[in-house]
């Protein structure tokens, strides 16, 4: 222990310190002496668990290489977190094919807007039907007609906002009626007659129409009957006339006449013109047996007086309303909107000229037609409407197929007695969304596809749309990406990016330095 005198003096000294040291820690005076060395002691455990240590920068080496592989990180950086928060704000959707969803009572609404430059409002009728026995005729409740020249233009309000009445007697209970009590009608004395006489009501008639020839006799007498109270010279206020549709088939086609038999009613200082077909006339749909007939062209008069200096001034606001006279077409065409509901089982939505008290010319009915809409399901509002635009890849692409589409027959003898038929067969397609683990429905709307086809027939031309509901659905959900989600893929991308430009720039230096090794090998 004496060997080394030396040793023994400094570990005195060290305990001297030591113990002065503490005795100046635990000196009156200090009471926070315990406290600070506990948070010493704590500080120093903490930066024990530190991951980023410092290195002082006097021991760091910068590098052009370092500095190019930097702007490159920075820039992948940039470029991937792009791409990153653009998926994330795409929309994000799933499609599957499921059987249909909707219920057994759910209705399918039809919307529709059809223009047919050729058939008549007065006659032009919407049916509908199906496989389940459904089979609705002449619906007006939800249709609109409105008078359409041959270019598709509007002539007019809409015609007929109420039903036709229905004609109950169509004739007096006789064979036959000799006598001719009604004028014979041409183009030659059409128009001085009409402009001759303040009322002239005529008989549009074909001899080979059943309810024509039902209508004959009595019209003949009640024709006979007025000619006597009113006699045509003495008194000159009204007169009936009659016109063969099978000779005077231009006249008839100028008064736009698709229905036999048709009885209107002119006016005297109606407009005519020839061209055009306007003119300002009524249609009879009263009972057709003499005493009614009678008692009808007893009404037109009622108000006319007798001095013919007077006729020109006459007011024709002050006429009785009467039920059984409505305004005739002022053109030939018809343009037909509105909406159906039907039922969804494959049916069809049938366009023709229809009345249960004429009878028609198939070779004289022309149903060719454009479609400005023709639509299943319900309207689209603006709302649903963006949101279809915002996933118009998936849906939206043949909502309304025919749209656009013209289905125009130049009528001819090659040409005659053609029905027009349109196959449809549509797909549900709904959209949902995952809110809050909840499927929400978005909207909902019906696809389809359309073939067409003219067919000649031997019976009256009409339009059929034909449409067949498919037993699948499309279903499109939307699946909303997790915030959490991109923001592990950023802290991703920044991490790897940093971590592989680390790596490629280790590599690069130590190829740089063993190359310079080689080298300075080399020289020596």
């Known amino acids: ?25 635990s000196a009156p005076g200090r009471s926070d002496t315990p406290a600070r060395c506990h948070a010493m002691i704590s500080s120093s455990k903490l930066k024990s668990v530190d991951f980023y240590r410092k290195i002082p920068r006097d021991l760091t080496e910068a590098s052009l290489s370092g500095a190019g592989l930097s702007i490159f990180a920075a820039l992948a950086m940039v470029f991937l977190f792009g791409m990153e928060l653009s998926s994330y704000l795409a929309v994000n959707t799933t499609t599957s094919v499921i059987v249909d969803r909707s219920s057994d009572g759910e209705f399918l609404r039809i919307d529709f807007n059809l223009s047919f430059p050729a058939l008549s409002c007065e006659f032009a009728s919407v049916d509908v039907s199906d496989v389940l026995g459904t089979n609705r005729l002449n619906i007006t409740k939800t249709v609109r007609k409105f008078s359409i020249d041959r270019n598709l ?3 007019g309000s809409e015609f007929h906002a109420g039903p036709i009445p229905t004609v109950n007697k169509h004739g007096d209970d006789v064979e036959e009626y000799h006598g001719d009590g009604s004028v014979a009608l041409s183009s030659r004395n059409f128009d001085s007659y009409s402009h001759l006489y303040p009322v002239l009501v005529v008989n549009f008639y074909a001899p080979w129409c059943y309810w024509s020839n039902r209508l004959k006799p009595s019209w003949e007498k009640a024709a006979q009957i007025i000619r006597e109270r009113y006699d045509p010279e003495m ?12 000779e005077e088939v231009e006249l008839c086609k100028r008064h736009h006449i698709q229905g036999y038999p048709s009885i209107r009613i002119f006016h005297k200082g109606s407009d005519m013109k020839e061209n055009q077909g306007h003119h300002d006339h009524d249609s009879y749909y009263g009972e057709r047996d003499t005493e ?25 606001s002050n006429r009785t309303v009467d039920p059984a006279k409505r305004p005739a077409p002022m053109t030939g065409g018809c343009r037909i909107e509105g909406f159906v509901r039907v039922k969804k089982v494959p049916g069809s939505v049938v366009i023709s000229a229809r009345s249960g008290s004429h ?5 004289q009915i022309n149903v060719s037609h454009y479609v400005t809409t023709f639509s299943f399901g319900k309207r689209l509002s603006s709302k649903m409407f963006n949101e279809l635009k915002r996933l118009f890849p998936y849906v939206g692409g043949h909502h309304d197929r025919l749209a656009g589409q013209s289905y125009i027959v130049k009528h001819g003898d090659v040409n005659a007695n053609v029905t027009i038929e349109h196959y449809l067969q549509i797909v549900k397609t709904e959209l949902v969304t995952l809110r809050y683990a909840k499927e929400l429905k978005v909207l909902e709307e019906y696809e389809y596809t359309a073939h067409s086809s003219l067919v000649h027939s031997f019976y009256v031309p009409v339009v059929k749309f034909h449409f067949e509901p498919s037993p699948m659905q499309v279903l499109v959900t939307e699946l909303p990406k997790s915030f959490s989600h991109f923001i592990t893929n950023v802290c991703a991308i920044i991490g790897g ?22 080298e300075l090998g080399k020289d020596i």
């Open 292 to 316: 009614s007939l009678v008692a009808a062209m007893e009404t037109y008069v009622a108000n006319i007086p007798k001095e013919a200096h007077v006729l020109a001034l006459e007011d024709k």
């Open 235 to 246: 008194d000159g206020r009204i007169l009936l006339g009659k016109v063969d549709c099978t």
């Open 359 to 363: 009878s028609f010319d198939p070779s």
């Open 153 to 155: 233009v509007p002539t």
């Open 1 to 25: 222990m004496d060997t080394y005198p030396w040793l023994d003096a400094i570990n005195i000294e060290g305990k001297a310190a030591v113990l002065w040291t503490l005795g100046d820690l």
């Open 497 to 518: 990016v940093f971590t592989v430009a680390g790596i490629l720039d280790s590599i690069l230096h130590n190829t740089l330095r063993l190359v310079k090794k080689v």
